[in-house]
């Protein structure tokens, strides 16, 4: 028994599942859960001292690596002044100044502990400022586990094949319109008809939870359209995509402005936190300004506001960007060649240091019907032959990857040739 497994046994005794998010539970790709002792640069290492190249990067947050010396620096320094205070720092504001020179239409900010806080905080301000309840959704985002929307969400309850959760209302559920990702259509049909009942549009700007799904032309376009139109509040969540896809995000890489941006994960370089902000006449909507509520008592935390303070600082040094766009590139094609040769039909997307891989003929996947038609099953046996060969993908086939700033040319290398041996028997 690997020590793995009996972590693994142990830890279903008393955590449900043995894991503190579903798909850590590698259920929808089977087999034991790899448990992390440590993590450095592009790698994992496993209770038993296995190394992995990673491409999950703690879902994303890790843009410049694991523990980058740095980062850790900081967060051992603030350390030792205290881990909360409940009382307004310095630093916060530092960190939100630096969110709101970056983003467009951030006159304000506000942090929370989680990407799942900030887009469910995000909706009740859309619909305090707005005073409608509609809102829109698209098949196969995920945006957290808030009630609100956990409505034909992506991520872990695609996996589990949970359309909606139990315990989500159905009252509550029958505000949430879902909608198809890249159907311009189908946008302009539901604004068309009840256009001044929905209070926002909340999207993944590139989706990461149905696999990796870029936009396609005219869609965010579309999006931005419709809500000028109707009054309606347009929430861009670049929990994943901010300072990920591009230094400036989605935002950047495809032109277009939010009303309210949510963020987390590279925000907090690690730490737990994410952030809403946009538009100043919305902002001061929320207390104590205005009287939509919000609170947090670890909100700001001065542990997580350095992480992230550092974290943004390091990934603006020249260039940085332009090698992870190129460090994908490298990946994704080595990958596809292989696939070639081997005469496995495989399809990719990527959008800067975000890829995904689809066992499929289709030549381009753009919709979460698309998504769901692919070969599931053998992703999984590609999967459990790549970590094997010391390669950890994210155990599930609805899930982008992420390159990190730690990658080397020989790490991709590496994985590009474990990759070949692996379709040389994949059947
Ligand atoms: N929004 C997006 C786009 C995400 O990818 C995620 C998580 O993966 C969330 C929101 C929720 O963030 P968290 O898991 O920090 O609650």
């Not at 539970?25 to 994992?44: D, K, M, Q, S």
């Not at 992230?308 to 590139?329: F, R, S, V």
């Amino acid at each position: 028994m690997s020590k793995s497994e009996s972590l693994f046994a142990e830890a279903q005794k008393v955590i449900p599942g043995g894991v503190n998010s579903p798909v850590r539970a590698f259920r929808a790709v089977g087999g034991t859960p790899v448990f992390i002792e440590r993590a450095e640069g592009a790698y994992l290492y496993d209770a038993d001292e296995k190394r992995y190249i990673d491409y999950v990067q703690s879902w994303g947050p890790m843009v410049l690596g694991h523990a980058h010396p740095d980062v850790i620096d900081a967060v051992v320094e603030q350390a030792q002044s205290g881990l909360s205070f409940g009382a307004p720092t310095e630093l916060e504001t530092e960190l939100a100044e630096e969110l709101c020179r970056v983003w467009p239409n951030m006159d304000l900010v506000r942090f929370v502990n989680s990407g799942t806080e900030a887009t469910m905080s995000a909706i009740r301000l859309a619909r305090g400022h707005t005073g409608r309840d509609k809102i829109v959704k698209f098949e196969g985002c995920y945006h957290g586990h808030s009630d609100s929307l956990l409505v034909k969400a992506g991520s872990g309850a695609l996996t589990m094949g949970v359309p909606s959760s139990p315990g989500v209302p159905a009252a509550l559920a029958d505000h949430t319109i879902t909608l198809t990702y890249n159907d311009i259509e189908g946008v302009k049909k539901c604004f068309a008809e009840i256009g001044d009942q929905i209070a926002c549009i909340i999207v993944e700007p590139v989706a990461g939870n149905m696999n990796c799904i870029p936009p396609v032309p005219g869609f965010l376009e579309t999006l931005r359209e419709v809500c000028d139109q109707s009054g309606a509040v347009l929430i861009l969540d670049e929990v994943m995509t901010g300072f990920r896809v591009s230094l400036t995000g989605a935002q950047g890489h495809y032109g277009i402005e939010a009303d309210i941006t949510t963020l987390g994960k590279v925000i907090g370089g690690g730490m737990p936190v994410g952030a809403f902000g946009g538009k100043r006449e919305i902002m001061e909507k929320i207390a104590p300004l205005g009287p939509v509520y919000q609170a947090g008592t670890l909100s700001g935390n001065p542990m997580a506001m350095v992480a992230g303070l550092e974290t943004l600082q390091l990934i603006q040094e020249e260039g940085l960007y332009d090698a992870l766009t190129a460090k994908t590139d490298r990946l994704v094609e080595g990958v596809l060649a292989a696939a070639k040769d081997a005469g496995i039909p495989l399809t990719a997307n990527k959008v800067g240091s975000m890829f995904g891989f689809f066992f499929t003929d289709a030549k381009q996947v753009s919709n979460y019907q698309q998504v769901m038609a692919c070969d599931t099953e053998r992703f999984n046996r590609f999967f459990h032959g790549m970590l094997e060969q010391g390669v950890y993908l994210a155990p599930a086939s609805y899930e982008a990857g992420f390159m990190s700033a730690a990658h080397s040319d020989e790490d991709i290398d590496t994985t590009i040739a474990a990759a070949r041996r692996v379709f040389a028997h994949l059947d």
